[in-house]
């Protein structure tokens, strides 16, 4: 089986690396030529100062970026000189309005109406958490969404590594030299602007890592399959992205288009059986599914155990035997956060902090107590792309929620069986509203939990940003949230074995509505089976001891 | 006569089954941990650098992870800790004699902290009494394995220490000066 494996996977790594030589759509376009740059380098004569980057425009030689900037706003005027249609192509993006229509559940979702149980709600946090927004200024209900100069252009493009839009600053950089982490002694320069303005490109691992690799508040915290040390990953942790390899980059599979970039975790796609894609061609497909690029029949061969590994195809997600464990890297992923145990202080009355085993905090008076965990073995659900979320204002009654319920079965034909990674929480509760909390924590006022440590007034600034009046009764409930495991495809050597699933308490035993050999089994036909065998024996022994007595008579 | 031998030989295969099936658990222990692989493995560490474990001479030699070797060469194994550890006080009286210093093959002690794939934490040992009485060392050994048993004793009052990352040969206690033994 593992030959028959290694032989397949030696075929996809083939077929992925000519399907993605033909160099699919770039996520961001070269610079139209302007009259303003200045001259070309001359035919022939090579520019050894920078590295190759496939684009036709140097920035660097761009009159409208030599300037020194004040502010992001600045930069982003200066890039819509030349590119006129950008800023409007994102303010249509996810990235831009943070909010999300399920076609299927009519839920509005997006990170500016969901509850996580991670830091919880961008609500009445939004200086901190909107870091993390494609744009400058949003600190509060009064952002001007339409303002084409509040995109943030270099959050996507730097190709320099030096831009960071720190916590509490609404989305900017640090313009003047400032002190971070706070109270840490380190100080981080002000922002070189024009450097890296001069300096953007496409969009890269570490560009699209810089806030993907750390959603939840930290590095490896929220998705499991996604963290920094996919930044220069080795073959062992993603066939894909082995930045000796192939050396993907997340634009290499989620391909943009006008600045929307391809693939949702409100609404993925769990079953694609449309073969594999043309690139080019216009249609409504997700480009990022497996099958996008290695077809409908991923395990090449005409062999019977070829074909088995086929037709589990209608039934199993790739990732399931192809992605064995998350958080293969060196960085462990969080699994667990209770905030109940949050605000307790030392004797002097100041914050604690204590390292756990894996080298990260296990406690945090701002945010209680935490575990991880690295190789961690997934969980896994029948899945058919819809979600259901518990939304802020929902009557919950029970005292262990499911943030978001994974919908399928095994009779749905757009379902498969899929590995998730499921974070558990205990998190604040409203008794008198019967809905899970909005709390403030991150800010200078006195209300922010993190400055005072005192639920009721976060709670009570919280949930009136949600438009609800705080009942002020609050308990802690367990929450679950799952989370679809997709990245970090091993080596097709480390793909799951047969066995690994069918046997008893193997990696599916959870998994209902579909009989298993191996693990499930019917009474009366073993029995039968047994007793056939039994008989059969029986036949050879009577046969070869009438045989025997024969012989001796003759 | 010759039924006597047949049986004889019967007798000696039945052994070596016996034997070979039952190999793995007289010379391994293998008990579950309640917690990760990290925190395993740190624990034990914490234990034997306990002042009781010191007076009995003990002291790191090393933490190693095998899987980052397969890593490097592109490959997956699920994770291992080898936990490292040598008492000076044991380890004397056997690399002081011909006879038994063959038995630095077993330094330094190795206790290993794996994954399986149910998802839990095992921790392996080697059986340290069984091995001393095969090999006429079993006094030392004796107390080798009673060691080990406090090695193994979680208090889950406890947090979490922080995992010791000891470069091998590297040590603490009396033999720290010498890179542990």
């Known amino acids: ?554 | 006569m010759i039924k006597a031998i047949a049986g004889f030989f019967v007798g000696i295969a039945l052994v070596a089954v016996v034997a070979l099936t039952s190999m793995q658990s007289l010379m391994f222990n293998i008990t579950p941990s309640p917690y990760g692989v990290e925190e395993t493995a740190a624990r034990i560490q914490a234990n034997i650098m306990k002042p009781e474990m010191k007076a009995n001479g003990w002291s790191l030699s090393g933490l190693r992870d095998p899987s980052k070797a397969v890593a490097a060469d592109g490959g997956n194994v699920l994770p291992v800790l080898l936990v490292e550890a040598c008492s000076t006080k044991y380890s004397g009286p056997l690399l002081k004699e011909d006879t038994s210093r063959i038995f630095s093959i077993l330094m330094p002690c190795t206790i290993t902290v794996f994954k399986k794939d149910d998802g839990k934490t095992y921790i392996g040992t080697m059986n340290a009494g069984l091995m001393g009485k095969l090999f006429g060392v079993g006094e030392i050994m004796d107390k080798v394995a009673a060691d080990q048993k406090v090695f193994l004793n979680f208090d889950p009052s406890e947090p979490a220490p922080p995992l010791v990352r000891v470069q091998p040969g590297g040590g603490g206690g009396g033999g720290k000066a010498a890179g542990g033994c």
Request: glycine share 8%; net charge negative; charged share 25%.
């Open chain 1, 1 to 554: 089986m593992n030959k028959l494996i290694t032989q397949l996977g030696g075929t996809f790594s083939l077929l992925a690396c000519l399907l993605f030589s033909a160099n699919v759509t770039a996520t961001v376009d070269a610079a139209p030529s302007s009259g303003a740059a200045a001259t070309a380098a001359a035919p022939g004569e090579a520019d050894t100062a920078k590295p190759k980057t496939g684009s036709t425009a140097d920035h660097s030689k761009f009159e409208e970026l030599d300037k020194d900037f004040a502010t992001g706003p600045e930069v982003t005027e200066a890039c819509l000189e030349c590119h006129t249609e950008a800023a409007k192509q994102v303010q249509k993006t996810k990235h831009w309005t943070w909010e999300f229509l399920n076609p299927v559940t009519k839920q509005k979702l997006g990170k500016k109406n969901l509850v996580n149980n991670f830091c919880t709600s961008v609500r009445s946090n939004e200086s901190f958490c909107n870091a993390c927004h494609v744009g400058y200024g949003w600190e509060d209900d009064s952002f001007d969404f339409t303002s084409e100069v509040n995109v943030d252009c270099l959050v996507c493009h730097d190709t320099t590594g030096s831009y960071k839009k720190l916590p509490g600053l609404a989305g900017h950089p640090n313009y003047e030299t400032m002190e971070w982490p706070p109270k840490s002694g380190k100080f981080r320069e002000a922002t070189d602007l024009k450097k890296i303005a001069q300096n953007v490109g496409k969009t890269s691992r570490d560009t699209c890592g810089a806030c993907h690799f750390y959603g939840g508040g930290g590095d490896a915290v929220k998705h499991g399959d996604l963290d920094s040390s996919l930044a220069e990953p080795g073959r062992y942790l993603d066939v894909h992205m082995d930045a000796d390899g192939l050396n993907f980059t997340c634009g290499t599979c989620h391909l943009s288009s006008s600045h929307e970039v391809s693939g949702s975790r409100y609404a993925p796609t769990a079953a694609d059986d449309q073969g594999a894609l043309i690139r080019g061609k216009n249609n409504d497909r997700n480009p990022t599914t497996c099958v996008a690029c290695h077809g409908n029949a991923p395990h090449p061969g005409t062999s019977v155990s070829t074909a088995k590994l086929n037709a589990h195809t209608d039934k199993v997600a790739c990732q399931t035997c192809h992605i064995p464990e998350f958080a293969r890297g060196e960085i462990a992923t969080k699994m667990t956060w209770d905030w109940s145990t949050a605000g307790k202080l030392d004797e002097q009355g100041k914050r604690i902090k204590i390292e756990g085993s894996e080298g990260r905090d296990s406690y945090d008076s701002n945010k209680g107590n935490f575990t991880y965990e690295r190789f961690v073995i997934p969980e896994y659900v029948w899945f058919n792309g819809d979600i259901k979320y518990t939304l802020f204002g929902e009557k919950i009654a029970e005292d262990k929620v499911q943030i978001n319920e994974f919908l399928g079965s095994a009779d749905d034909p757009d379902s498969r069986i899929w590995p998730v990674k499921v974070f558990r929480g205990k998190q604040p509760y409203d008794i008198g509203n019967e809905t899970l909390a909005v709390f403030h924590t991150a800010g200078n006022d006195d209300s922010a939990f993190w400055k005072n440590y005192d639920w009721d007034k976060a709670l009570k600034t919280g949930m009136k940003t949600q438009g609800l009046e705080y009942s002020g009764q609050m308990k802690f409930v367990e929450t679950e949230m799952s989370w679809p495991i997709t990245h970090m495809v091993a080596p097709k050597d480390d793909a799951l074995e047969c066995a690994q699933c069918h046997k008893e308490n193997g990696r599916l035993q959870a998994i209902s509505g579909v009989y298993m050999p191996g693990r499930d089994n019917t009474p009366v036909i073993d029995r039968l089976g047994f007793t056939l065998a039994l008989f059969a024996l029986l036949g050879v022994i009577l046969h070869g001891a009438v045989r025997w007595f024969m012989s001796k008579r003759s």
